[in-house]
């Protein structure tokens, strides 16, 4: 007689980490229920639930695992008054909570706040019901050709023909490729010594920023030429670029994080839970087209 199939509620189940989850606990001979909202397709394994978390649909009284892949603030918020029963948590963060925490941008210091205390709330909720919470921290994701940062660069160079950078940016980058997080999430479930704890998700290789920009071009066809101007001329050409109305996501404080290690230790991942991260080698198949 074969036993029921564990239970997943999964949240941002189209986004480019929630996808790679669903597919892959979908394999695993998982039954997941996922929020979207925008109506989708049936598949085996999968039951689609049309909503949001300001007009949650009828869910399930109780899963195995809920699994949230989107923005933390709004998930930990909803789950702070939630009554599904489930007694494992696994959502994703950001390293920004700690990257962001002292920008120069206010927006960005705000976002370090909003993640910190959205953690907070999470592991309080799960103690409070008795239930077990983890949070990953992932560090530069890519691998689904959606993410705001490879994909981005990727998609300007395709337009332009080329690419431009300061002479500094050489800080240091550990990029996570979307599959390697989905079985870090389906990884910790069934560990105890997960429970209550926050992990740094690195990739499995440290670049600096501007080897991790010429990969990515290296990887388009025909391949985008990489521009290295010196920083006080590359300071004027976003200048320029700002006063014709591009660049406006592109703040001060990007640009100088472009020359500051973002490094991660993924060592108590590693020793917790086996995490095995690939090393960065981008392809086409990875960025958008």
Known sequence: MSSQPRSALVFGGTGQIGAALLARLRAAGWYSFAVSRQAREEQDGIHWLRGE???????????????????????????????????????????????????SDAGERDLAVRLQDAEARVFATASARGAHATILRPTLVYGAGSDQTLSRIAAMARRSGFFVLPANARGGRQPVHVADLAAAAQAVVDVPATHGQAYALPGGETVEYREMVRRTLSALAPTPRLIVLPSPLFALAVRAARATGRLQGLTGAAVARMREDLVFDAAPARRDFGYAPRGFRPDAGMLPR
Do not use: C, N, Q
């Open 53 to 103: 978390f300001d007009a949650m649909p009828v869910l399930p009284e109780h899963v195995d695992v809920i699994f949230s892949t989107g923005p933390l603030d709004r998930f930990s918020r909803w789950y702070a008054d939630a009554r599904i029963a489930s007694p494992r948590v696994v959502a994703f963060g950001s390293t920004s909570v700690g990257t962001k925490h002292d920008s």
